[in-house]
T-cell receptor, first 115, second 114 residues
Framework: GAVVSQHPSWVICKSGTSVKIECRSL??????MFWYRQFPKQSLMLMAT?????????EQGVEKDKFLINHASLTLSTLTVTSAHPEDSSFYIC???????????FGPGTRLTVT | AQSVTQLDSQVPVFEEAPVELRCNYS??????LFWYVQYPNQGLQLLLK??????LVKGINGFEAEFNKSQTSFHLRKPSVHISDTAEYFC????????????FGAGTRLTVKP
């Protein structure tokens, strides 16, 4: 089946620094990518949706200047958490969808801890 | 907008017992429905999905779910669970005309005991 990878799988950073998370679709072209965050013992919350070559669409309440999303190619999207703070600590999961709207695949997630 | 309610936050069962994880959805238009499983510190793995056609959907690992439009439900079942089925299970829904907006339920923690 289709595979989506994320890198890194976990990262610890100091407050005030920026962190970039990569999401790659390994064997298909992802026309649309999604970024979710998941707090402990909670469900996934959609942060933003991005189409290749276009600006991301952010969900209400998500700061677009803080969570920078770049969908530079059909196989790569990046999420940069700028000026990270401890409250940004979370599990970030990306998802990629190919041209068929019902085939959406999830990455393994990235655990971000901000100290 | 569509929404999903998972009625049980935790379901403990003994090994080899049957299990049902309940999911109800709300939408004014036609939907696609999904069940995902999440193991600790991992992403989501698709168990099964309902797009159209037969209301009984069979998925991986022996799971199945039945779409009931009149009851707006999509309950997940397995006739005999294993220890390895211990995980978090999420029901999700998208509207057929807007696949970009997948909404997840709060999740059900299935714990299989020996």
């Amino acid at each position: 089946g289709a595979v989506v990878s994320q890198h890194p799988s976990w990262v610890i950073c100091k407050s005030g620094t920026s962190v970039k998370i990569e999401c790659r679709s390994l064997d298909f072209q992802a026309t649309t990518m999604f970024w979710y965050r998941q707090f402990p013992k909670q469900s996934l919350m959609l942060m933003a949706t991005s189409n290749e070559g276009s600006k991301a669409t952010y969900e209400q309440g998500v700061e677009k200047d803080k969570f920078l999303i770049n969908h530079a190619s059909l196989t790569l999207s990046t999420l940069t958490v700028t000026s990270a703070h401890p409250e940004d600590s979370s599990f970030y999961i990306c998802s990629a969808r190919d041209r068929l709207p019902t085939k959406q695949y999830f990455g393994p997630g990235t655990r971000l801890t901000v100290t | 907008a569509q929404s999903v309610t998972q009625l049980d936050s935790q379901v403990p069962v003994f090994e080899e017992a049957p299990v049902e994880l309940r999911c109800n959805y709300s939408s004014s238009v036609s939907v696609y429905l999904f069940w995902y499983v999440q193991y600790p510190n991992q992403g989501l793995q698709l168990l099964l999905k309902y797009l159209s056609g037969s209301t009984l959907v069979k998925g991986i690992n022996g799971f199945e779910a039945e779409f009931n439009k009149s009851q707006t439900s999509f309950h997940l079942r397995k006739p005999s669970v294993h220890i390895s089925d211990t995980a978090e299970y999420f029901c999700a829904v998208t509207e057929t005309h807007n696949n970009n907006d997948m909404r997840f339920g709060a999740g059900t923690r299935l714990t299989v005991k020996p």
